[in-house]
């Protein structure tokens, strides 16, 4: 029967799941594949460092040129981290003449061009599903089979962090420092937690998913980006108050005007499939003109989920599919934009707004004599008595908009933080149509 020799570069939490998968489980991995699908060489950084599954002295090495110059290994699970040494690791294992599997989104949103260019020139292929959403199957959903379709909406909890964090922040009434140091505790969250909470991490994995399901060419740094570093639980409660729970979510949808594109909290109807997705998990809502909408759920990252993920991709790369996909996608390849980049200013919705402001009358009238003269609309309106625990004279003003440009609210925001009556800072947040 014929054999597939697979190379592991990296084993730390994802590289151990894929090797114990591969190894464990190879009789069900050879039914699915057709073939054997064997370990065949596994890199890593420190020989001496502990680790929880063992391998033969000869199938583990710290020098990347054992995996390299190994002419039967034929794809590579490159499974580390960051941007280099991963990007320089990638582009010896192409010129080594072997596929690769990867889960690095931050690699691919920063160097996906030149990787996927050189691969193409070397007659390799990249296969990527693990990068975004875990075990969740997104990328294969939107690159085969919606492939008959025009997708014209993705709606997306790309980040598990930080939707653990305001789920439980929603369930346990915690502040943001409480619930961040709980997903830290759990392992969720890094000691360094800088890309998940500030929207990062989602960004990277919405500029991949535009550039599959829309042709869309941009760095992932121009999309517009507001983490949950600065959500308030009291934001959570008046949510709910008016029939909402907030989520980030990063949301690309096609229009006349261009594609837009951004991550926010955002406010989600409760009862949507959206709003009820809780803990660490992923969700992708799309829309395509021929099927109409598809719904997306799953572990987004851990272990075993993501090494599903990896080991999926293995199979396809073994028995050709991947070659086959790779060439016809022609992902970040120099032919013809299919979408132009809408101004994000220009990008339009309903909005949630909370102000503290002086308790006198007049207040309102100012407020909404601001809004109106930016062509924004209030909707309804929550404004809690002075005695409900806010500082003496003060009280919040909540209000819910009808539809505005991005442009108009920010603007209108700026405007009336600027009031005398209005004390600190506003918070605004997009409303889920």
């Known amino acids: 029967m014929e054999t597939t ?26 039914r699915r594949a057709g073939h054997t699908v064997e370990l065949g060489r596994v890199v890593v950084a420190d020989l001496s460092k502990p680790r929880e599954i063992s391998f033969d002295s000869e199938m583990i090495t710290d020098r990347l040129s054992d995996l390299t110059a190994d002419e039967e290994i034929s794809v590579v699970c490159q499974l580390i981290g960051g941007l280099e040494p991963a990007r320089s ?35 390799r292929s990249i296969a990527f599903e693990a990068s975004v959403g875990g075990g969740m199957p997104i990328i294969n959903s939107i690159g085969q089979c919606l492939s008959a379709n025009r997708i014209d909406s993705l709606h997306g909890i790309l980040n598990g962090t930080s939707n ?28 360094d937690p800088r890309m998940d909470i500030d929207g990062s991490d989602a960004a990277q994995k919405l500029a991949i ?44 949808q096609r229009s006349d005007a261009g594609l837009e594109l951004h991550v926010s909290p955002t406010l989600v109807r409760s009862g949507q499939p959206l709003a009820e997705v809780r803990g660490s998990f992923n969700a992708v ?95 309804s309106l929550i404004q809690q008595p002075e005695e409900s625990g806010h500082p003496s004279g003060q009280v919040p003003l909540v209000m819910m908009t009808h539809r505005a440009t991005e442009g108009a609210a920010g603007r209108a925001i700026e405007e009336i933080e600027e ?15």
């Open 5 to 30: 020799r697979v190379g592991v570069v990296g084993l730390g939490t994802v590289g151990t799941g894929v090797a114990r998968l591969l190894t464990e489980h190879r009789d069900r991995i050879r």
């Open 89 to 123: 690791i990638m582009l010896q294992i192409l010129e080594s003449g072997k596929d690769i599997v990867t889960a690095n989104k931050a690699l691919l949103a920063e160097h996906g061009p030149e990787l996927f260019d050189r691969a193409r020139e070397l007659g």
């Open 164 to 191: 653990f964090i305001v789920s439980q922040m929603e369930e346990q009434g915690w502040d943001f420092p409480t619930a961040l140091a709980e997903a830290q505790a759990r392992g969720y969250a890094e000691a």
């Open 209 to 252: 998913l535009s550039h599959l399901a829309f042709g869309a060419r941009l760095h992932w740094t121009d999309i517009s980006c507001v983490g949950i570093d600065e959500l308030e639980f009291v934001d959570l409660e008046y949510a709910r108050q008016l029939g909402f729970r907030i989520k980030l979510l990063a949301i690309a």
């Open 285 to 379: 809502s799309v829309v395509g003109d021929a099927v109409g909408r598809v719904f997306l759920q799953g572990a987004g990252a851990g272990q075993m989920p993501t090494a599903s993920a990896v080991v999926a991709d293995l199979i396809d790369t073994a028995v050709g599919r991947t070659r086959i996909t790779f060439q016809t996608l022609e992902l970040w390849s120099h032919g013809e934009v299919r979408v132009k980049i809408r101004d994000h200013s220009e990008g339009s919705g309903h909005y949630y707004m909370r102000f503290m402001v002086d308790d006198h009358p007049g207040v309102l009238a100012e407020i909404s004599g601001v809004l109106g003269r930016h062509q924004v609309s209030i909707a």
């Open 419 to 433: 009031l005398p009556s209005v004390r600190g800072s506003g918070v605004r947040m997009r409303v889920l149509s």
